[in-house]
């Protein structure tokens, strides 16, 4: 299983899709430093962050730790240790600059 890279300091590989329930889970690792771009969830998020540490304006989430983002909710996530996570997504979440859709599913 290979890795993506959809932006930059931030690798995934997708471990399971299913394109009718728009349903995907994704491995993530990023960087030191890595700031994911600001975006909207057009459906639910589950994280559960593996090593490092994820923070938004929420908080922080460290490893073994795991956070939960509604349909609708909204924000940029800075990983200043570097992370590693699962993540979890119902419904796909929008990058606020450029309408960019993450994860994207198969019509």
């Known amino acids: 299983m290979s890795w993506i890279e959809p932006f930059p300091g ?13 349903e995907t889970m ?3 690792q990023t960087g030191p430093d ?7 969830h057009g459906g639910v998020e ?9 923070e938004d ?9 795991f956070v939960y983002r509604p349909l609708g909710s909204r ?3 800075r ?5 590693k996570y699962l993540g979890l997504f119902h419904g796909s979440a929008r990058t606020v600059a450029d309408g960019r859709l993450f994860p994207q599913y198969e019509e």
């Open 46 to 54: 589950w994280a559960f962050v593996l090593e490092g540490t994820m």
């Open 75 to 77: 924000h940029s996530v």
């Open 26 to 28: 994704i491995l993530f």
């Open 10 to 22: 931030i690798r995934m590989k997708v471990l399971y899709q299913d394109n009718q329930s728009k």
């Open 57 to 65: 304006d929420e908080g922080i989430v460290t490893a073994g730790n």
């Open 79 to 83: 990983t200043p240790n570097g992370a």
């Open 34 to 40: 890595t700031v994911i771009p600001e975006h909207v």
